[in-house]
């Protein structure tokens, strides 16, 4: 029985630790941007650091609710501050802070609605003047009428004659 119940008490708290840490994890990378704002204000304490500080809460508080549009936009908001200097910090601390924070927050999804590698199905014809006179190669000779279309004798020809 005590056998059982250990076994059992060992699983339910790695489940525990598995959803629970992936949750953590996902809120650590705004924590270091948050930890290494406060190392640059302290070693660089000129301007306003406080409108830094409410974006980065915003971001947290959006990574801690799941909002993905809040995480990016507040997200998006502090970068540009650092990149316009604004609030008067100091340009060393801005860039050094920029480049850590693009570095250690997650990459963005791609949301494009055309899709990176082609599937069955979803090829397009492509579609060619009929007819067409010109030249394949500049200064050769011009196409006989009907075109030049090397691929109905599966000939290549490079002098277009």
């Known amino acids: 029985m005590n056998r059982t119940l250990a076994i059992t008490l060992t699983v339910v708290l790695g489940v525990c630790l598995w959803t629970g840490g992936s949750v953590l994890a996902a809120g ?3 924590d270091e941007i948050v930890t290494a704002a406060t190392f ?5 304490p000129t301007g306003n650091w406080a409108p830094y500080f409410e974006k980065l809460m915003k971001v947290q508080e959006g990574i801690g609710r799941g909002d993905e549009q809040i ?5 998006d908001h502090f970068l540009k501050m650092l990149l316009r200097r604004s609030h008067g910090i100091n340009d060393v601390a801005a860039d050094e802070l920029y ?5 250690v927050k997650p990459p963005e999804p791609l949301t494009s609605a055309v899709p990176l590698d082609p599937e069955i199905g979803t090829e397009r014809p492509l579609s060619v003047p009929d007819h067409t006179i010109n030249t394949p190669y500049e200064g050769r000779r011009a196409c006989k009428p009907g075109g030049c279309d090397y691929w109905l004798d599966d000939v290549f020809d490079p002098g277009g004659s």
């Not at 640059?40 to 660089?44: E, T």
């Not at 480049?99 to 570095?103: E, K, Q, S």
């Open 40 to 44: 640059y204000k302290s070693s660089y």
């Open 99 to 103: 480049n850590f924070a693009i570095g």
């Open 71 to 75: 995480v990016k936009v507040e997200m």
């Open 28 to 30: 650590t990378w705004a």
